[in-house]
């Protein structure tokens, strides 16, 4: 086989129904951590924490494209509305934190169907240095940005196990790949969601089940909106959304946008401390 041949290759595996059977083999190329996720009608996605930001763009772009969505945060925001005129869109009020209410969400959810997609976007961020420090907020940072990932794996993982079929994504951050200043509550929550999705990718991919990552620089959110210093290669929620269907479209396990910007902190990532520490300070003068 050719060098261009072997990088042309296909794997084969088996692909699941909708009914969650096996059935069709689907393909991805070598180079593709995950079945590429192309057709999304009828497809159903839980959107955890997608009321609004980039969650709630990602649930219009997915709807858009023909999934069924069905949609998970706190307050209901502008979600109520658009699930009335809009059989293709749910709404399911969750509070992460209450494990209890997670499994009785996702039972309401899997009653309906199988879930083909999930995305967790639930998120949580207040900047805080060690100089601060706050154990209550800390402790909120992991409750929702972490802990909730858990509760929902816990109640939708046994049902994709049982069907061999269906794809966990998670949405972490590029403060998930190096300490920075003001990252004390958030970063530490993020870095743990990026090591479960890559231990999840590795136990899940002999069970058909796919696993990415996301992790987005700046997008402008409520999340956001509290910064006070101007964000380098900001996106808005919709260009995010799109980055995220172009990843899961391509297969990709680690999805991470805007490129112009990613690229430059994965170069950071690779520098010994004695160099990182400076850096960062230089460039963000803290
Ligand atoms: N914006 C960025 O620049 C950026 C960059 C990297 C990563 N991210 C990540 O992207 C994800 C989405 O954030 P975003 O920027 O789009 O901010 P956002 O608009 O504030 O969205 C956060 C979502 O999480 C929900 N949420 C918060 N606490 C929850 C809880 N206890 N239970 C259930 N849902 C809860 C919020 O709804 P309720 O408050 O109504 O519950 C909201 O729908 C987060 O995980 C964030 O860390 C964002």
């Avoid at 057709?39 to 023909?66: E, F, K, M």
């Avoid at 999805?255 to 400076?278: D, G, V």
Wanted: aromatic share 8%.
């Amino acid at each position: 086989m050719t060098a261009t041949s072997q990088v042309a290759a296909v794997l084969t595996l088996k692909a699941p129904s909708r009914s969650g059977a096996v059935s069709a083999p689907a393909q991805r190329r070598w180079s593709q951590l995950n079945v590429p996720l192309t057709n999304w009608t009828g497809r159903r996605v839980w959107l955890v924490g997608a009321s609004s930001g980039i969650g709630l763009a990602c649930a219009q772009a997915l709807r858009a494209a023909g999934a069924v969505v069905m949609i998970s945060a706190r307050q209901p925001q502008g979600v109520i509305d658009w699930a009335a005129q809009d059989s293709g869109v749910q709404w399911h009020p969750l509070d992460v934190t209450v494990p209890a209410d997670v499994q009785a969400t996702a039972g309401r959810i899997l009653a309906d169907g199988p879930i083909d997609l999930l995305v967790y976007a639930a998120g949580y961020y207040r900047a805080q240095r060690a100089t601060a420090l706050d154990v209550q907020d800390l402790l909120q940072h992991d409750r929702v940005n972490y802990q909730g990932a858990l509760h929902v794996l816990d109640a939708v993982l046994p049902d994709m196990l049982a069907r061999q079929s269906g794809h966990i994504s998670l949405l972490s951050s590029v403060a998930a790949w190096r300490g920075l200043p003001n990252g004390l509550a958030y970063g530490p929550t993020k870095a743990a969601l990026t090591h479960l999705a890559e231990t999840l990718y590795m136990d899940l991919q002999d069970q058909n089940i796919g696993v990415s990552v996301i992790s987005p620089g700046f997008v402008a959110t409520p999340l956001t909106a509290q910064n006070q210093f101007a964000m380098p290669a900001l996106l808005s929620p919709e260009q995010a959304a799109a980055e995220m269907l172009k990843g899961w479209a391509s297969g990709q396990f680690d999805i991470h946008f805007p490129k112009r910007f990613t690229w430059w902190l994965k170069c950071l990532r690779l520098l010994p401390y004695r160099l990182y520490f400076p850096l960062v300070r230089k460039f963000t003068g803290l």
